[in-house]
């Protein structure tokens, strides 16, 4: 065999996955879409049609007043939208399970050059209240002054905010001169499990900033900024740029958002990963000696195993040990777990587990 031959045996059979729906591939109506937008030439940097279908589509589903703007990493999204809003010398509250806070490898810290006041929230949400009790009185120099909120919708624990919740929240931040800005990576779990539209969840209750999330529902290399404030949209294209996020051919994220936003493919996405979830977590609650840790309320379960029971486990499936003090595991469903994953997962599961204790 040549050296450029490639090689003859196929790949092995991945195992489930209930990691991460980063791991799901991209859905085959994005790279329907992809390819379709894969001919002839069309202005650069955004000027292309598909990109101005996009914008339109978003603008749809989040007001006449919603200015998007496409960008590679959910990373880049929170970075550039926070950025947005504060100046280095102010704070930014979030939960204390908030992906900026723990899982970005202090992005959000170093590039905005502000400060996290982080709130503990054992179910992944803050409250009004909490938030009024961040923001001190300020005597001129020696308190940090916090600038901007940050919520994610769907917490990183898989809970959800209410309207309502979002709504409360807001009013104290923008009664007291802060700005809103919501991680929406799973944005449309949340919306699908409360039954209301995308900006229900998140613009129309007065979040000002939000990073709408589309690699976790079926995209493979797009996330979108939505400015409903004017003014923090002001010179956007340029610091989109200059910190290496807009894309020459950017007709190919853009489309991504297409596929998603046409026919309800991010709510089919989003309602069936959340069943997928929901059966997951049906079936592990009924096991003795596993411990159903949070509210199941989007996609992500949290479960509680015996210590001796993980290693076998992550054989049957791919897993993440979310906290290892108290063995507690997350499994996340996406648009391509299966029922027939999930009941093995189960099964398999019971069996490890009595085993185990």
């Given at each position: 065999?040549?050296?450029t031959?490639?090689?003859?045996t196929?790949p092995?059979?991945?195992?489930p ?13 994005v ?9 002839g030439?069309?202005p ?7 990109t ?13 007043t919603?200015?998007?703007?496409f960008v590679?990493?959910?990373t ?20 204390d ?8 490898w ?7 050059g502000s400060?996290i006041?982080?709130i503990?929230?054992p179910?992944?949400?803050?409250s ?6 961040m ?26 905010y209410t ?6 929240i ?10 809103v ?7 449309a779990?949340?919306?699908a ?6 900006s ?7 979040v ?7 690699t ?11 400015f409903?404030?004017e003014?923090?949209?002001r010179?956007?294209?340029l610091?989109?740029?200059q ?18 936003l ?17 059966r ?20 992500e379960v ?8 993980i ?19 997350r ?7 299966t029922?027939?994953e ?13 085993a185990s204790?």
């Open positions: 065999m040549s050296p031959t490639p090689p003859t196929p092995t059979t991945p195992r996955n209930f990691a991460s729906d980063n791991w799901a591939p991209a859905h085959p109506e790279m329907d879409a992809v390819v379709r937008a894969n001919s030439p069309v650069a940097y955004g000027g292309d049609p598909y101005h279908e996009a914008e339109a589509l978003i603008k749809q589903h989040f007001g006449a919603a200015q998007p703007f590679f990493t959910g880049g999204a929170n970075v550039l939208s926070l950025e947005s809003c504060i100046r280095p010398c102010d704070a930014i509250i979030c939960s399970t908030a992906h900026i806070y723990t899982s970005e202090g992005a959000v810290e170093r590039m905005t400060r006041l982080a503990p929230a179910n992944g949400k803050i009004a209240t909490s938030v009024a009790d923001i001190p009185v300020q005597d001129g120099h020696a308190q940090v002054r916090p600038g901007v909120v940050s919520l994610t919708q769907a917490t990183e624990y898989g809970t959800i309207p309502d919740e979002i709504n409360a807001s009013h104290i931040a923008h009664e007291r001169g802060l700005y800005h919501m991680d929406g990576a799973r944005l779990n949340a919306a499990a409360l039954g209301l539209s995308l229900n969840v998140s613009t129309d209750c007065g000002d900033v939000l990073s709408f999330g589309g976790k529902n079926g995209a493979f290399c797009a996330e979108a900024i939505v409903m404030n003014h923090l949209a010179d956007f294209v610091r989109r740029k910190a290496m996020q807009l894309a020459s051919k950017l007709r190919y994220m853009s489309v991504q958002f297409t596929a998603l046409t026919n309800e493919l991010w709510l089919r996405n989003a309602r069936h990963a959340n069943a997928m979830a929901k997951l977590s049906d079936g592990l609650a009924a096991i003795p000696g596993a411990t159903i840790t949070q509210l199941v309320q989007a996609n949290f479960v509680a195993v015996p210590a001796s029971a290693r076998e486990l992550d054989e049957v499936a791919s897993l993440h040990v979310w906290n290892d003090a108290n063995s507690e595991l499994l996340v469903c996406s648009f391509q777990t029922q027939a999930v009941d093995h997962f189960v099964s398999q599961a019971a069996r490890i587990v009595a204790r």
